[in-house]
């Protein structure tokens, strides 16, 4: 049973507490609540009267009403005043003037209560939990901090952690969670998690993250959350159905979505919870998994940043009557990225993406990588959706192009020329598991006529003749380009050949740098073939006055 | 246009507009056209209205140099913590939000990684509670407390 005490001051006559209340009150170490307007029993308060002392602003009497409590949380003792002191005491009068003395006129606790909440909000929660026993003043204001961040990585402090997020929520006043981050292990509490959503909910929470493992019962997400109005982020990290309510998904205030290794249960509500987000900017899909979805369409009309991760492990984990993968050739999720400005992707294959009215498109980065248990083995449509995405993103300032294998490109040899002339591209990078072979790196520069950076990841080759009078030098090259970055040179002649072109005929390169790939260059007489090297591509004809660097 | 403000201490501040409506509660002083006559702030002193100010003059300035202005916020906000708080309950008064919260990192940054008793001593709080509530207190939150 726990009980509220009533303040000092109504006991008038004692002088000695008086006294004792006067000096006390600058280390809040006594007072009531302030709702409870007992105005009398602050004292001698002289500071400010934004002050609340260390109590609880909900009396517990009046928990059990509060709008926001949650029926059957833990039931907390808040012992806040002990009226039991001696205070006749000779010694404790001794004590409050030396504190008197020593404690600066101008300490912390002269601060209000917002501004060391501001404070705490600075602090990891443990931390900011801590200072509950710093001083009575102290003692609560932790459950009013905005922030609230729950994770426990020691598998056995887990149940600690569940019975600390309960307490933290049942004590929390009526102020609001801006932010609340829990990353925890379900099981079976999955009621329990529920009614923590719903409660950080009601406290108009705009920052959410969840990160949920471990699942020994299926986990239907409150409804609540679904139609939260305060909500302006949302991360869901869960590898688990993400079952949806039959009512509506309503996001009116979200901005940032991020799912990670979500399993969408159907068509339906995967195109529910896309449609309910009308203000969103930025999505991100990590690892999701597709397989139960035949056809859905993002569009929302503000979004600006997409991307789109695609790795596919854990595909392989689940049913195996969903393969999908290797037979599907449309595709099923259309993006139409009317207000995008970056876009993102990285995965093992492109089949299952779309992008539509691209050309907003600014930034692009698309990595598309091998699967492991094919050798080489390059997906036909992935070529066709490559040059498809490419097509639409004519627009683009930076593109970063990490294939497999850019041969990619050379098995739907048809469409070659039909790549798409970036009139604005600025800065190009492209990487794969092979070096780039010369003319193929020509063809792409051709089609590129503003380029001022270009960064090779994977070295350089060079295949065939290269013939100065039949072969047209890219225009960029002539005007544009001053950067090129070279990286995983292994030294070979072909190698050396390719760079001894690209330098004659760059003629505004202002530099070059050069970096050998040091799996190649191991052995310790290799650093002498690394200067040979470096001695020759210094001693090249150059058609600009760019400077060479070798890193 | 030339603001004046007037400290606590009734010493008069002559500033740029530009620079005075960092602060918000000026702001909407101005922009309610009360911003004619000297601007009273009986809840600032002179000596912190000084820093105040030059923080603020500093934040126009060097606008667009990120770094430039991370080095010299970094200067800034080491002071001693009367001077601190002092800072604090200016910036809260005058409602500028980036030295509310430098100023507030500030002040985690000295609770960061302490234990509650070198806490409680460097910034000066007296520890009222008896040893059986503090270990009342340790008990319910566990979680804060186990290490």
Redesign the interface.
Same mark, same amino acid.
């Given at each position: 049973m726990s009980e509220i005490i009533v303040s000092l001051s109504s006991n008038s006559d004692n002088r000695e507490i008086d006294e004792y209340h006067d000096i006390?009150s600058d280390?809040g170490?006594s007072g009531s609540n302030s709702s409870s307007s007992d105005s009398n029993s602050s004292g001698g308060n002289a500071t400010d009267e934004q002050y609340t002392f260390g109590v609880p602003r909900v009396p517990l009497e009046e928990l059990g009403q509060h709008p926001d409590y949650i029926p059957g949380c833990f039931q907390?003792?808040h012992?806040i005043m002990?009226v039991s002191f001696e205070l006749k005491n000779v010694k404790k009068i001794k004590f409050r003037k030396k504190?008197n003395a /020593?404690?600066?006129r101008?300490? /912390?606790?002269?601060?209000?209560d917002?501004?060391l909440e501001? /404070?705490?909000?600075?602090?990891s929660?443990?931390?900011a939990?801590?200072?509950? /026993?710093?001083?009575?003043?102290?003692?609560y204001l932790w459950t009013s901090i905005p922030k609230l961040e729950f994770y426990?990585e020691e598998p056995d402090?887990k149940t600690?952690?569940m019975?600390?997020v309960q307490?933290a929520l049942a004590l929390r006043d009526s102020s609001n969670i801006k932010d609340f981050s829990l990353s925890c292990d379900v099981e079976c509490e999955t009621h329990r998690i529920n009614s923590w959503i719903s409660a950080v909910v009601k406290h108009k929470v705009q920052v959410l993250y969840l990160g949920l493992a471990n699942f020994q019962e299926s986990l239907e997400l409150t409804p609540r959350l679904f139609t939260c109005e305060s909500l302006k982020e949302l991360t869901l990290s869960m590898f688990h159905y993400l079952k949806l309510p039959t009512t509506s998904v309503s996001f009116p205030s979200l901005k940032k979505l991020i799912l990670m290794e979500v399993i969408f249960p159907d068509d339906n509500s995967t195109q529910q919870l896309f449609s309910g987000c009308p203000i969103l900017e930025e999505l991100f899909i990590i690892d999701c998994i597709w397989n139960n979805v035949k056809a859905v369409y993002i569009a929302p009309p503000m979004l600006r940043i997409l991307h789109i991760s695609d790795a596919n492990e854990n595909k392989d984990d689940l049913n195996a009557d969903a393969d999908g993968q290797n037979e599907s050739n449309s595709c099923q999720v259309k993006i139409f990225g009317n207000s995008l400005e970056s876009f993102s992707f990285s995965g093992d294959h492109l089949n299952d993406f779309c992008l539509l009215n691209s050309s907003s498109v600014v930034d692009a980065s698309i990595e598309v990588f091998q699967r492991d248990d094919e050798d080489f083995y390059v997906d036909v449509q992935d070529a066709h959706h490559l040059y498809k995405l490419l097509d639409g993103l004519g627009n683009v300032e930076k593109l970063r192009l990490q294939v497999s294998s850019l041969e990619v490109l050379n098995y739907a040899e048809e469409l070659f020329p039909l790549l798409p002339v970036f009139n604005n591209l600025t800065s190009l990078t492209l990487g794969s598991e092979l070096p780039i072979e010369f003319s193929r790196l020509l063809t792409i520069l051709r089609n590129s006529p503003c380029l001022d950076f270009l960064e090779l990841a994977m070295g350089i080759t060079y295949h065939g003749i290269y013939d100065s009078i039949l072969d047209r030098v890219p225009s960029c090259l002539m005007t544009h380009l001053k950067t090129i970055n070279i990286f995983g040179l292994s030294g070979d002649e072909k190698e050396i050949h390719a760079i001894k072109i690209l330098l004659k005929i760059a003629l505004v390169l202002k530099r070059i740098s050069i970096s050998f790939d040091a799996f190649d260059f191991e052995c310790s007489g290799d650093i002498m073939k690394l200067k040979e090297i470096s001695a020759q591509i210094l001693s090249f004809p150059k058609g600009s006055s760019c400077s060479i660097f070798f890193c | 246009m030339a603001l004046e403000l007037k400290s606590s201490d009734n010493k008069i501040f002559e500033v740029e507009e530009l620079v005075a409506v960092q602060s918000e509660t000026i702001k909407s002083l101005v922009e309610d056209g009360c911003a004619d006559n000297v601007i009273p702030l009986p809840n600032v002193d002179s000596k912190t209205l000084e820093l105040v100010l030059d923080w603020c003059k500093n934040h126009v300035d060097m606008k667009l140099d990120e770094e430039k202005l991370k080095e010299y916020e970094d200067k800034f906000i080491e002071v001693d913590q009367a001077v601190l708080y002092d800072l604090l309950l200016a910036a809260n008064y005058l409602n500028i939000k980036d030295l509310l919260n430098r100023a507030c990192q500030k002040v985690a940054d000295m609770l960061k990684g302490k234990t509650p008793e070198q806490i409680r001593e460097t910034l000066n709080i007296v520890n009222d509670f008896s040893p059986e509530e503090e270990e009342e207190i340790r008990k319910e939150n566990l979680w804060a407390f186990e290490e």
């Open positions: 006390s280390s170490s907390e003792n012992q002990d504190q /020593i404690k600066s101008n300490g /912390i606790d002269n601060l209000p917002a501004i501001h /404070i705490l909000s600075y602090l929660t443990k931390d939990v801590r200072t509950s /026993i710093l001083s009575k003043r102290w003692q426990e402090r600690m952690l019975n600390f307490r | -």
